[in-house]
């Protein structure tokens, strides 16, 4: 479920940078979870793990506008 929706900031009477997390769970009007997907390989060519930090920079933005602590990534199944 997308929204509601929410903006990073203001400029004089115009709301700007409007977030749009992937889908975002609610009880009431209190932000539960909020799960971003990603179409990208989370591994690097060793098979480790490789968050991007834009990624993570992303989801700390929605936990502040949001109010909410529980985020999470969400990646394709990539075969090796």
Do not use: M, W
């Amino acid at each position: 479920y997308q929204g509601p929706q929410y903006y990073l900031g203001r400029k004089e009477t115009e709301d700007v940078f409007r977030l749009q997390p992937d889908f975002t769970l609610f009880h009431g009007n209190q932000c539960k979870c909020i799960l971003d997907a990603k179409y990208k390989n989370p591994f690097d060519n060793d098979g480790a793990p490789k968050v991007r930090t834009s990624d993570l920079y992303q989801l700390v933005t929605y936990a502040v506008r949001y109010h909410c602590d529980r985020l999470v990534l969400i990646y394709p199944k990539f075969k090796y």
